[in-house]
């Protein structure tokens, strides 16, 4: 079974550019999560999809910050224009709804903005 | 205070030696507890869990929880090498919130041959 597939794996751009992420979930997996990891730090929760519906968007800088689902399988997050403090990891996970709501992890986009 | 509180380490032992990893938490909702293992430049990877309180074991690996203390640990026993990560505890609550996992900071540990 293929995992959680993120691309591109690095990015490095200029601040104010804009910046985009892809995440194909496991297949079947229903539900649909982006986090932020910063260097030192466990992930914190930016979005949650339930299918097409984004759910929890709550810790989303929606200034800047921007998610959709098309479809509820791939999801893309885009940021725009990026700041020098969004130099992170963006993992998306995703799970099948149980009561464990256990999560698998893509490997992430390592972003650097300059 | 943050809900979840974990030594952040970072922890280096020999090889074959014990090791334990804890996290404090506040909040009483919490059902599930995990512990993520996260290697270099990888996502995290849920190694086991635990459903309230307890001890689980899976190998050499060791998970307990006391609620009443609001403590968790995770022991590795004969650490190898390969153990070299990241470990992040992790906590649900149940029924309809258990969607959010809340996540400690981490626990880099390096197990030296």
């Known amino acids: 079974e293929a995992g959680v597939v993120q691309s591109p794996r690095y990015k490095i751009i200029e601040k104010k550019q804009p910046v985009a992420f892809w995440c194909n979930p496991i297949?079947?997996?229903?539900?649909l999560y982006w986090y932020l990891q910063n260097l030192g730090q466990g992930p914190e929760l930016l979005i949650r999809?339930?299918?097409?519906?984004?759910?929890?968007d709550s810790q989303l800088p929606k200034d800047r910050f921007s998610a959709e689902r098309l479809k509820g399988v791939d999801s893309t997050l885009k940021i725009q224009p990026a700041e020098l403090g969004d130099s992170a990891v963006y993992l998306c996970?995703?799970?099948?709804?149980?009561?464990?709501?256990?999560?698998?992890f893509g490997p992430g986009t390592r972003l650097t903005v300059l | 205070q943050k809900e979840v509180e974990q030594d952040p380490g970072p922890l280096s032992v020999p090889e074959g030696a014990i090791v334990s990893l804890n996290c404090t938490y506040s909040?009483?909702?919490?059902?599930?507890f995990m512990w993520y293992r996260q290697y270099s430049r990888k996502g995290p990877e849920l190694l086991m869990y635990?459903?309230?309180?307890g001890n689980k074991e899976d190998g050499r690996f060791t998970a307990q929880v006391d609620k009443s203390s609001k403590y968790i640990s995770l022991f590795i026993r004969d650490s190898q090498p390969s153990d070299s990560a990241t470990y992040l505890c992790?906590?649900?609550?149940?029924?309809?919130?258990?969607?959010?996992?809340?996540f400690g900071k981490g626990t880099l540990l390096t197990v030296n041959p």
């Open positions: 996970a995703s799970s099948y709804a149980q009561e464990l709501n256990e999560q698998f």
């Open positions: 297949s079947g997996h229903n539900t």
């Open positions: 999809y339930e299918n097409e519906e984004a759910v929890d």
């Open positions: 909040n009483s909702a919490f059902q599930y």
């Open positions: 635990t459903y309230s309180s």
């Open positions: 992790a906590m649900q609550g149940s029924g309809g919130s258990n969607y959010k996992l809340t």
